[in-house]
Each structure stands twice: as C-alpha cells, then as structure tokens.
C-alpha cells in the first residue's frame, strides 16, 4: 500500500487514497492539469490505474488503464510502472518504469525535453 505523505490542493492525498490501495496500488503519483487532479496508480502487471477529482479529495477512476499492454518497441515490451508526470503548458507527460534489462543510458550526455514556463497563478 502507498505511504507517501505528498500534498494536493493543502489536503493529503494519503487521506483520500483509499481507493487506490483497494486496487492494489503500490505507487501512486498525484498531479494537477487541465482544471482536474489526476491520480496515477501503479497496478503491476495491470497497467497504471487512472483516477480524476475536482478537489482532491472524492477520485473517479476512468474507464480504462494505461500500459496494461505492453508496448511494441525494442525496450518496450514489458509493462510499464512506477509513473511520474510532468505538467507543462496544457499538456502532461507521463514518465514511467520500463524493466527490459537492454536499454543502457550515459549518464554524462544530456537529455534534453522542452518545457514551457508553469504557469503563476496567485
């Protein structure tokens, strides 16, 4: 079961996970875009779990999982878990786990994503 103590909208997402640890999450990412909060829950080998809320507090799972089938590039055909967002402009990116044991990176290249300035809000 998920034991983080991340914060969202100044309530603790801990408090409001019951049902994630129902569907036998044990990673779960909270994050805000397009006007909702979005919950993702690792659910091993059935994909990562969807779930939105409009104040962090009652969550919706949506209808279907993501990565509940594996990918078919080279390094990508296990499940993928462990998920991360990154929120920039209107649009999320979704980071995840991949286990292949063939994709190797050098950790002294750069690695280069372009992200907009967030967005200040009072």
Do not use: N
Not at 44 to 61: M, N, P
Not at 94 to 112: A, E, K, N, V
């Amino acid at each position: 079961m998920w034991q983080g103590k991340q914060t969202v909208a100044g309530g603790s997402v801990k408090r409001s996970l019951a049902m994630a640890s129902q569907a036998c999450g044990t990673i779960a990412k909270a994050f805000r875009s397009s006007g909702y909060y979005w919950l993702i829950v690792d659910q091993s080998e059935k994909g990562l779990a969807v779930y939105r809320s409009t104040d962090a507090t009652r969550w919706t799972k949506q209808p279907e999982s993501l990565l509940v089938t594996p990918g078919t590039g080279e390094d990508d055909k296990v499940h993928g878990g462990h998920a991360d967002a990154v929120v920039s402009g209107d649009r999320a990116f979704l980071f995840y786990l991949i286990c292949s044991g063939r994709l190797t990176c050098d950790p002294d290249q750069p690695t280069h994503i372009r992200l907009s300035t967030p967005d200040r809000r009072p």
